[in-house]
Structures are given as structure tokens and as C-alpha cells.
């Protein structure tokens, strides 16, 4: 079909907009961001919205970078962090955070897969949960407090990018882990197509250029190593991953990407 043809402009115009649509569903599902009704969701949008996870990354990284820059202009350094880290919290509405806690509860207090995903299910935090919440946030603190201040904007952008890749290959790499359809303790997106995950990888991937080359070699060998390691545990453990998997991947990849910046910087 011809692409200036009347039908070939409204085929555009069709997948365009169901394009937008797909972008505001992985803006309403990842952050606190209103988005009003999306006419004709469905579950299939979810499963594609996987896409623009990194994409959403660079947002909340840009939100949160440009927070930090603003209260460095008055505030000491820690401040400007420790507020920065306020921000993208509300902004996501600690989806991930929530995840990583429940994770540490599960995985922390169960001993078979119904008993792991049983407690994730709980809305309640538990005590793992609480101290791996509060470890993995002192952590992200005190590693962004030690990185050159000039660079945190960008590496905040980096990173909140970055370690969306890898939730979106696990997903692509394991299978969903439930036992029946009351073990499921969120929505979570699925495998879509090879064109979604290539996408997410392009996008993400771009904020790569926002580090010298070294840095990039260094960051993307320690996150495939942490993927690596956490994919052989939870499936091992329940034979694959769950949304609260997902959350708890991307804070570990978050953490872990800070912490090879920082190993980095004080090496070289």
C-alpha cells in the first residue's frame, strides 16, 4: 500500500495512535503520571507497553536529574540527593521499591514457591522487607553522595534507563512463575515480540552515551553479571519471575549501576 494513498495515511494515522496508547500505558502502569482513560485496553497493550519501560526511565531520570540540579544550586550535595531520591519515588509511586521489598519478604521468610508467592501477595511489609528497603536506599544515598557532583544528573539519567533493560530481558528469557491465578500479585506485562524487546534495548541503551566508554564497558558487564546471577536464583527458586521479581531487578540493576560508577571513578 502506498504510504501517500488516503488508506496508507490512515494506516499511519492508525498505528500511531494505538502507539500513543501503548506510551500511555506504560506511563500510567510505571509512574504516578495521570493519564485519563485509555480507550481500548487491554491486556495486550500491557504486554507491549514493555517496550517504553527504559523510555520511562529516561523520563523519571530527567524529572529527578533536573530536581537534583535545581536544590544543588542551594543546598549541600546530600540534600540535593536525598531530596532528588524523594521525587522519584512519588513520581513512580514506589512501584519498584514496593517490589523489591516484597521480594525480600518472600523470599526472606518463605521456604516453598506457594509460601514465596503467598507473601508477596500481602500488601503488609515484613521485616525483610523493611531492612532490604532501607539497605538497598542507604546504599543508592551514600554511593550518589560520592560520585562527582557534576556528574550526577547524568548518571541519575543513566541509570534510571539502564536498569530498565534488564527487567524487560528477563521477562523475555523466564517464564511467568504461578502456581494458578490467585498467586498473581499484580498485573504484569508479558513477552510481546522481538521488536518490542530490541526497542527497549535501543532506547535504554541510548543513555549509554551519556558515560565514556570505559564506564559503559564496566556498568553493562557488573548489571549481566547481577541479571545473571538473580535469573539462576529465582528460577532455581520458583521456576521463574513474577511483577515483584521485576521491581526488585530493577532497583538491584539501579544500585548495582551506581556502585560500578563510583568503583570506576575512584580506580581510575
Not at 45 to 67: C, D, E, H, Q, W
Not at 197 to 211: D, P, Q, R
Not at 257 to 267: D, K, P, V
Request: aromatic fraction near 14%; glycine fraction near 10%.
Amino acid at each position: 500500500m502506498n504510504s501517500s494513498s488516503p488508506l496508507g495515511r490512515l494506516g499511519g494515522a492508525f498505528i500511531m495512535k494505538n502507539e500513543i496508547k501503548i506510551f500511555l500505558t506504560a506511563l500510567s502502569f510505571y509512574t504516578r503520571v495521570p493519564v485519563g482513560n485509555i480507550k481500548g485496553w487491554s491486556e495486550d497493550m500491557l504486554n507491549k507497553s514493555t517496550r517504553y519501560f527504559p523510555l520511562i526511565g529516561i523520563i523519571v531520570g530527567g524529572v529527578t536529574a533536573l530536581v537534583f540540579w535545581g536544590l544543588s544550586l542551594f543546598f549541600p550535595v546530600s540534600i540535593a540527593v536525598l531530596l532528588s531520591m524523594v521525587i522519584s519515588i512519588l513520581f513512580t509511586g514506589a512501584f519498584h521499591e514496593d517490589g523489591f521489598a516484597d521480594f525480600c519478604d518472600g523470599f526472606g521468610g518463605g521456604y516453598t514457591p506457594a509460601r514465596i508467592l503467598e507473601i508477596m501477595k500481602d500488601s503488609r511489609v515484613g521485616t525483610y522487607g523493611s531492612i532490604g528497603l532501607l539497605m538497598i536506599l542507604a546504599t543508592k544515598f551514600l554511593a550518589l553522595t560520592h560520585i562527582e557532583a557534576t556528574r550526577i544528573p547524568l548518571i541519575l539519567i543513566s541509570a534510571h534507563a539502564i536498569s530498565r533493560i534488564f527487567p524487560v530481558l528477563l521477562i523475555y528469557t523466564s517464564k511467568y512463575a504461578r502456581l494458578d491465578a490467585s498467586t498473581k500479585t499484580k498485573p504484569v506485562g508479558k513477552a510481546d515480540s522481538t521488536f518490542s524487546l530490541l526497542f527497549a534495548i535501543v532506547t535504554g541503551g541510548l543513555s549509554l552515551f551519556l558515560l565514556g566508554w570505559q564506564e559503559v564497558i564496566v556498568c553493562v558487564a557488573v548489571l549481566m553479571a547481577v541479571t545473571f546471577f538473580f535469573r539462576n536464583y529465582i528460577t532455581r527458586i520458583l521456576g521463574g519471575y513474577t511483577g515483584d521479581v521485576l521491581g526488585a531487578l530493577q532497583q538491584l540493576c539501579e544500585v548495582f549501576f551506581y556502585l560500578a560508577i563510583l568503583g570506576w571513578q575512584n580506580y581510575s
